[in-house]
């Protein structure tokens, strides 16, 4: 409050009131109340003997009570907070209800043994594309109108250049892998029912264009003109997502089961796959490394478009990441430390794929033998145990760097926290098939070195989703610029394990352990429905220490 008497300030800068220096407050008299603002926070008033204190935090929306007076939240910052929880919920119980449905039909049909058609799942799928491509569309239209209205409000945290680069690498898989299936179902008899597959596929790509542009081109819109129809359209599209995901996995799974056990498989529509086909032979090879990427392009997809969901009718930018553009290094490497952990890291990385060419050929020339899998498992046991040993000391350095109240790309951490669960279910399920083998006195070298690689996996992943949740929230120090090594080591070993990862979903002799103890059909499942989500983790860590590259140095 001003001496004597209320006083109203516009606030230009945090700490710079009307009549004293930057920084400080004049005490002032008793008497009426003072009201302080400030673009884009809450109006505040202040009152009482001897002045007032102006919170550090903006953000913080509570009341101060004083001697005199009582600050009261602005009616604006209050029609903030009245969210309209009615569109809202309708959205989200709309998008549930048709992800369950479609779950459902699906597995259905699986278990119930064709007694359900594919005709209803095909017609269910035209249903959820077609729309799904109509809201693709609209949400584009709508999202270029928010951005360039005047007053515009942008989300400078939904995501970053290295996220859109993995949305793009992401959507060249999943297309690759769409028109190889769409191939494959129109070498067959173009009079069956398949045809209307074809058809869905096509609606599917459509569908996947059309969202790649929105998360791509719009991933900051906020949208406020007819929020309802925004947030079904959102929500629509995150079912889809979904709804291809799951489906997905299950047809991968029953084309696994097929080549490895015949007697359980489900046929086409027209009937059994001809393997003898050359596109049927691309689609069973693509198919393992194609499926972690395709999920991937699902998993970002959905959480930039729950971004964009979450952001309409916001009246106030959600992030300040735009505050630190200008302190923003480029990626640059500036001492021989940095350099040598880039040379290290590419070095891991040639190893890695040596060591997938040499598991071929000592597979294919040693028949049954062991060897091949142990040199595997030791390759990949190295680079974990140096990354279990560095990472608490690079969570320590990083201390020194300034920590923020945001994370700077907003899609990174659920990303990260589903990815890092299934990558734990994944190492645990393995270290477990082993463990139990050498309890009931199944002894081997495979065994051994099995449960040594994956219970120690299961420590570096704790210690590295540590390690990047809390460098995700920092910037550069202004005194301390400690060395790049550290990220620049981890972000090319990460890219060396999931080429390890990428080769175990395409050959299970890696894993004969796992094979023996769940059986093909349960290691099957395992493989097409948890393992793909546990190799993003890899993937998606390339991508957080990118971003801690960028903004943390």
Excluded at 67 to 77: C, L, P
Excluded at 131 to 150: D, L, P, W
Excluded at 393 to 412: L, M
């Amino acid at each position: 409050g001003g001496g004597g008497g209320g006083g109203f300030f516009p606030i230009a800068h945090r700490g710079m009131f009307a009549s004293g220096p930057c920084g400080t407050l004049k005490p002032g008299g008793g008497g009426g109340d003072g009201e302080i603002t400030q673009e884009q926070f809450p109006l505040r008033t202040f009152g009482g003997m001897g002045g007032g204190n102006f919170p550090d935090d903006m953000d913080e929306r509570r009341t101060l009570n004083s001697t005199t007076g009582a600050s009261v939240i602005s009616a604006s910052m209050q029609q903030h907070h009245n969210e309209p929880a009615a569109s809202q919920t309708v959205s989200m119980l709309y998008g549930m209800l048709f992800t369950c449905i479609g779950c459902v039909l699906i597995f259905s049909k699986v278990i119930s043994g064709n007694s359900i058609s594919q005709l209803y799942i095909d017609i269910f799928g035209l249903y959820m594309f077609g729309i799904g491509f109509m809201s693709c569309v609209y949400a584009v239209i709508a999202a270029a109108s928010a951005i360039n209205a005047e007053g515009s409000i942008l989300d400078s945290n939904a995501g970053t250049i290295y996220s859109r680069i993995a949305i793009g690498v992401f959507f060249l898989a999943t297309l690759t892998h769409n028109v190889v299936i769409m191939a494959e179902n129109i070498s067959y008899d173009k009079d069956c029912a398949e045809m209307l597959y074809v058809i869905l596929l096509v609606l599917v790509i459509l569908f996947q264009i059309g969202q790649l542009v929105l998360v791509l081109r719009y991933p900051g819109a906020c949208i406020r003109s007819l929020p309802g129809a925004a947030r079904v359209a959102f929500a629509h599209i995150i079912a889809c997502n979904c709804y291809f995901w799951f489906s997905r996995a299950v047809q991968e799974t029953e084309q696994a089961i097929a080549v490895q056990l015949p007697a359980l498989h489900i046929p086409f529509a027209c009937g059994v796959r001809d393997t003898s086909l050359p596109v049927t032979r691309i689609e069973e090879t693509l198919s393992p490394l194609l499926l972690p990427l395709t999920v991937a392009f699902c998993m970002y997809s959905s959480l930039a478009v729950y971004r964009m969901w979450e952001n309409v009718e916001r009246l106030t930018a959600p992030g300040a990441r735009e505050l630190m553009e200008e302190s923003e290094p480029m990626l640059k490497l500036s001492s021989a430390k940095e350099i040598a952990a880039v040379v290290f890291g590419v070095v891991s990385v040639v190893i890695s794929i040596i060591t997938v060419v040499l598991y071929i050929i000592l597979r294919d020339e040693e028949g049954s033998d062991e060897t091949p899998v142990l040199y595997y498992i030791m390759s990949n046991m190295i680079w974990v145990l140096v990354l279990a040993f560095l990472l608490p000391v690079a969570t320590c350095a990083i201390k020194r760097h300034r920590k923020q109240g945001f994370y700077h790309n907003s899609i990174d951490r659920p990303i990260l926290v589903a990815t890092s669960l299934a990558s734990l279910t994944y190492a645990i399920f393995s270290a477990m098939s082993a463990f139990i083998f050498l309890l009931n006195g199944i002894v081997s070298a495979v065994a051994v070195l099995t449960v040594l690689f994956y219970s120690l996996e299961t420590l570096q992943i704790a210690a590295q989703t540590i390690y990047l949740m809390d460098s995700m929230r920092r910037s550069p120090s202004r005194s301390i610029r400690p060395s790049k090594s550290f990220v620049v080591f981890f972000l090319l070993v990460n890219l060396s394990l999931s080429i390890f990862f990428l080769f175990q979903l395409h050959d299970q002799s890696v894993n004969p352990i796992q094979v023996d103890f769940y059986g093909i059909l349960n290691w099957e499942i395992m493989l097409n429905f948890v393992a793909p989500v546990a190799c993003l983790y890899r993937i998606h860590s390339v991508f957080c220490f990118l971003d801690t590259w960028k903004f943390a140095y």
